[in-house]
T-cell receptor, first 115, second 110 residues
Framework: GAVVSQHPSWVICKSGTSVKIECRSLDFQATTMFWYRQFPKQSLMLMATSNEGSKATYEQGVEKDKFLINHASLTLSTLTVTSAHPEDSSFYIC???????????FGPGTRLTVL | SQQGEEDPQALSIQEGENATMNCSYKTSINNLQWYRQNSGRGLVHLILIRSNEREKHSGRLRVTLDTSKKSSSLLITASRAADTASYFCATDANAGKSTFGDGTTLTVKP
């Protein structure tokens, strides 16, 4: 099956710094990728839809200036958490849609801890 | 609100017993997927069932889909302690976004 990777798998940073998370589709080209956030003991909440070559579409309540998304190529989308604060500590998961099949494939997730 | 809703929210069984989890959703879907997540870890894809399928098997897993009732069930047979995890259903609708339910936390006691 299709593989989606994320890097890093975990990151600890100081409050006020920015953190970049990468999402890659390893064996297929993904015109659309999705970013999710999961707080402890909660479900995954869609943050934004990342479209290759165009601006991301953010879900209601998600600050686009805080969570910068760049989908520069058909295999890479990045999420940058700017000026991170402890309340941004969460599990961030991306997924990629394989265009030939009507299926999404999920990355393993990145755990962000902001001190 | 979430598209998918699982029930029960929590399930505790003895090793060897079967575990059944249900998922209901609101709108038409292309497919429905079940995922497992161990505490603090990423998602593990279990099974995908398409809207034109009614039942799928994978090892000890059996998934059913009833599009008329907008519901799906995941059955884990002969459960093991290693099956302890949270289980989510995710619906994939025409908008292209997957929407997750709140999950069922399964505890299998040895």
């Amino acid at each position: 099956g299709a593989v989606v990777s994320q890097h890093p798998s975990w990151v600890i940073c100081k409050s006020g710094t920015s953190v970049k998370i990468e999402c890659r589709s390893l064996d297929f080209q993904a015109t659309t990728m999705f970013w999710y956030r999961q707080f402890p003991k909660q479900s995954l909440m869609l943050m934004a839809t990342s479209n290759e070559g165009s601006k991301a579409t953010y879900e209601q309540g998600v600050e686009k200036d805080k969570f910068l998304i760049n989908h520069a190529s058909l295999t890479l989308s990045t999420l940058t958490v700017t000026s991170a604060h402890p309340e941004d500590s969460s599990f961030y998961i991306c997924s990629a849609r394989q265009p030939d099949y009507n299926e999404q494939f999920f990355g393993p997730g990145t755990r962000l801890t902001v001190l | 609100s979430q598209q998918g809703e699982e029930d029960p929210q929590a399930l505790s069984i003895q090793e060897g017993e079967n575990a059944t989890m249900n998922c209901s959703y609101k709108t038409s879907i292309n497919n429905l997927q079940w995922y497992r997540q161990n505490s603090g870890r990423g998602l593990v894809h279990l099974i995908l069932i398409r809207s034109n399928e009614r039942e799928k098997h994978s090892g000890r897993l059996r998934v059913t889909l009833d599009t008329s009732k907008k519901s799906s069930s995941l059955l884990i047979t002969a459960s093991r302690a290693a099956d302890t995890a949270s289980y989510f259903c995710a619906t994939d609708a025409n908008a292209g976004k997957s929407t997750f339910g709140d999950g069922t936390t399964l505890t299998v006691k040895p």
